[in-house]
């Protein structure tokens, strides 16, 4: 159990959008999440229930209905360095190259192009980029791409990475490779971690902590921790057994009446 202090929470979330017939969709309703320092949670939910709409209004980027975004105890005002984020699409700067893309991370920090130019050549060999350092955005693969945009995030050393559906644009080999790569980078930097899929073996296999947010409207539904290490080997009977439940969980919205729950299989793996 990860006892360090609480980095980002929310407090009785909820976020509605207008709606055609001037009313309201209730996109999120009394979401209370608490993101402890060190963590790497995954949520997982149904495409459409909520999940981006969450992490932008955690990342500052969009504000609440009502309920409350805390950053270190302070309420969240709006976006900021110390919260970095990777959004589905890389949103790299195209007219920018590998090595300056990942430098304006550092440029935001305020800090001089001496003083970082041996962090950025650090940064981009640690993400096996240096042979690309010089190419631009419409010049690398994918993969590529989400890597210089996760260095980029990652460069200005935020207290919190968010991160939505990063990978999912990809195919699946080079997705293994990348969720590895990730979670190699969160064992070397230990920055607080939340990423957002509706990809149900992703949420297991990268998550300490796996959320559930169900839909229509969006709320958190099932909670599971998953630090184990059955839940890094997609074969285990334990893995095989959460993602029959969380599949269960997301189809019928609701955590009653599932017979496949992970506390049982791994009693069973016990006894
Ligand atoms: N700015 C907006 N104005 C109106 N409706 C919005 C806005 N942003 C999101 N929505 C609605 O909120 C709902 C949730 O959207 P959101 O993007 O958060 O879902 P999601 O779970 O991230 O989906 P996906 O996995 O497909 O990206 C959708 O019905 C969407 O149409």
Known sequence: MNQMPTVLSCQH??????????GETVV?????LGIRQGDFVTILGQSGGGKST????????ISSSSGSVLFHDQPLKGITPKIGMVFQEHNLYPWMNVEQNIG????VRGEQLRNYRHQVRDMIEQMGLLHARR???HQLSGGMRQRVAIARSLAVKPDV???????SALDIQLRRRLQDFLLSIWHDTATTTLLVTHNVEEAILL???LIVVGDRPGRIIEEVSIAASEFRNRYHPIFLALQRHLEYVLEHNSTVGSEHRPEQSISILQN
């Open 13 to 22: 979330l909820c976020k509605s959008f207008p709606s055609d017939r001037k």
């Open 28 to 32: 999120l309703a009394d979401v209370n």
């Open 54 to 61: 969450l992490l932008k209004l955690l990342g500052g980027f």
């Open 104 to 107: 304006f991370g550092f440029k």
């Open 135 to 137: 190419l631009y955005p």
């Open 161 to 167: 990475l968010l991160l939505d559906e990063p990978f």
């Open 207 to 209: 998550g300490q902590r």
